[in-house]
């Protein structure tokens, strides 16, 4: 990983006769804060981007368990020795892993299947009267990666 605190852990897939079962995420685990809330979100068709957004707080966790995803993030905290570096990692459910993405880090995600769905975890609920988030648009980073973070390489 290029982000300080950032990491994608891939998960032990345990399986048998009867089919297979993964944790996603334990209080235990020495990269999990607290625990606010957990929520899906579902992309019908694939290449819909989802970007950037921040949190001040909030450590947020990521898994796809459904279909595949590109996650893109920008380390955005001036303290830290990563400051403005970024990251493009991609999961899937067929080598499920949890993605940790800590406050200051601007983070995005594109389907890359149908029905892909994402699965997160939040350190804290989400407060609609005062969201802990700063939004930038999904071309916000481009000059700084070199290219457009969203785009697909097909062979």
């Given amino acids: ?3 300080h605190d950032v990491q994608q852990v891939f998960l032990k897939v345990h399986e048998d006769d009867r089919g297979y079962l993964y944790e996603v995420l334990h209080g235990s685990d020495d990269y999990v804060t607290q625990f606010g809330q957990v929520y899906m979100v579902g992309d019908r068709i694939p290449y819909v981007t989802r970007a950037y957004h ?3 707080e909030l450590h947020d ?7 595949a995803a590109k996650f893109v993030l920008v380390d955005d905290r001036e303290d830290s020795p990563t400051y403005r570096q970024f990251d493009i990692l991609t999961g ?5 892993s949890t993605v940790v993405v800590p406050p200051g880090v601007y983070h995005g995600w594109m389907s890359l299947a149908p029905e ?3 699965c997160s975890t939040a350190s804290h609920e989400y407060n609609a009267e005062k969201p802990d988030e700063t939004r930038v648009p999904p071309t916000h980073f481009d000059d700084l990666i070199g290219s457009n973070p969203w785009q697909i390489f097909a062979k």
């Fill in 54 to 56: 921040k949190h001040h």
């Fill in 92 to 96: 899937s459910s067929k080598t499920p």
């Fill in 116 to 118: 892909t769905m994402l």
């Fill in 1 to 3: 990983m290029n982000i």
């Fill in 61 to 67: 966790w990521f898994c796809i368990v459904n279909g």
